[in-house]
């Protein structure tokens, strides 16, 4: 009867663990529709890497209902967009996008480039791939000479690509420029399109996270695992082009404290100028109920409804692994003729 009961409790215990570990950790998620079918991926985070923990690079999970998630191939092994060797190493691999152009798959992300033999700083890669499925390959940098995060490459009605990132040069904030028709170099000049301007975009620490804080510090945990905010972040853009105008959805404070949040900006041409016509987040930890809501993507279903994907901290007390979630945007045209969002609260959950 006693091993009965331990069999019980063992089984009730692994199926409790199967649930925790079926929840999808994903820093930076983004969200691309294609077919049918849904491909998630994001910065490395709770998922193991594919090709070895030396390396990690971005995973990729397939659904075709955006809530069933599939992480293996026939074989057994992780998803990744890409294959050991088809990518240069580095220490870092962050916040990509998927996104399609000519009739081709392109993948934009930011990692290390080398110089004299040593890892060098944060720049702007595009690789490209005939088959999602297949990985991407033949990755190159899209030059610059300061740091550059965070990238989303734009095409517009016309097909001209642009890329809009976050550039740590000239005070930071989000800027766009064109692109050339091979998406190699950059055409024009480098514009800013977004700063931290709103009383909303910036929380100090409450005393509830700065205790926290001391905490860890008495734990000797890493700066990472510590609660931050920051006077002057704003990053991880997407555009998207809604009724004629451009909108941006950008994140705002430091990913590391409970107050990281979505806001939009609007304007009638890529290059701006942008308008806040919201005075108040799109998403944030009062409307979801997550503390550290924030950088992720638009993306639409098969419906056509307009969702956003974002990462959360993965509780009340601990940043990371995040946890990766999705919610439905209300969409509004107000006399002015500039959309604006909220979301409806009832749709979102965690992947």
């Known amino acids: 009867m006693k091993n009965m009961k331990r069999k019980i409790l063992f089984g009730a215990f692994t199926l409790f663990a199967s649930f925790l ?25 709770g998922i193991k890497s594919p090709v070895g923990e030396s390396q990690k690079i971005f995973p990729l999970l397939i659904s075709k209902n955006c809530v069933d998630w599939q992480k293996y191939d026939s074989n057994g092994k992780m998803m990744g967009m890409f294959k050991k060797g088809d990518v ?33 700083g944060l720049r702007v890669f595009i690789a490209s791939s005939d088959k999602i499925e297949d990985g991407f ?52 000049k480098l514009v800013s399109i977004a700063r931290r301007t709103e009383d909303w975009e910036f929380a100090p620490l409450s005393q509830e996270f700065i205790a926290l804080n001391e905490v860890k510090k008495k734990q000797n945990k890493s700066q990472w695992s510590m609660y931050n905010h920051s006077k002057g972040t704003i990053e991880g853009p997407t555009i998207v082009k809604r009724h004629g105008k451009y909108v941006l959805f950008y994140s705002t404070n430091d990913f590391r404290s409970p107050d990281y949040r979505v806001g939009v900006a609007v304007a009638d041409n890529i290059f701006g100028p942008y308008k806040k016509l919201q005075n108040a987040p799109v998403i944030a930890r009062e409307n979801t109920g997550l503390n550290g809501s924030g950088h992720g993507d638009v993306f639409f279903n098969e419906k056509g409804e307009m969702w ?13 692994p995040r946890r990766a979630a999705v919610v439905k945007l209300i969409e509004t045209v107000g006399k002015d003729g500039y959309p604006r969002y909220k979301i409806d609260y009832k749709t979102m959950r965690l992947l």
């Open 308 to 320: 956003y994907v974002f990462h959360a901290h993965h509780s009340n007390i601990q940043i990371s």
């Open 21 to 45: 570990s079926a929840e999808i950790l994903i820093p930076d998620p983004t969200i691309f529709v294609d077919n049918g079918k849904y491909y998630l991926t994001g910065t490395h985070g």
């Open 88 to 120: 240069p190493a580095s220490p870092n691999f962050w916040a990509p996008q998927i996104f399609k152009y000519k009739g081709k798959y392109y993948y934009a992300y930011t990692s290390n480039t080398r110089k004299d033999g040593k890892f060098s």
């Open 137 to 188: 390959k033949n990755p190159f940098v899209v030059e610059s000479p300061t740091p550059e995060i965070d990238p989303f490459v734009f095409i517009d009605d016309d097909e001209t690509p642009y890329i809009c990132l976050v550039h740590w040069a000239d005070g930071g904030g989000i800027w766009v420029q064109q692109l050339s028709p091979d998406l190699k170099k950059r055409v024009g």
